[in-house]
């Protein structure tokens, strides 16, 4: 979940579940920072009027489905600094492999 970082490096608010709240605080938010919004319960953030609902994450069907895609090389963005200030995307590689045991 990036979502915290993303919070910790520009301040925004982290909205979401309990669970969501709690991965916040581990990560070292203050409370302030953090919101724990209520399914179906509109919130108002400035001018726009948001409405969260809950869902449930992506379950594979198959366990075997998990291990092939999982093991893939997948492709990733991350940013670098460039001499205009503004972050530049840039690709690289990276792969998930499931540890032994």
Known sequence: MDAPEVARRTGARLLGSESTANIGRGWGLPESQIRV??????????????????????????????????????????????STGWARPTRSTSAIRRGAG
């Open 37 to 82: 919004v209520v399914n179906r319960q509109p919130i108002r953030l400035g001018r726009f009027l948001l409405t969260p609902i809950e869902s449930r994450h992506f379950q594979f069907p198959d366990p075997r489905m998990a291990e092939r895609a999982l093991a893939r090389r997948r492709w990733c963005l991350r940013s670098e600094p460039s």
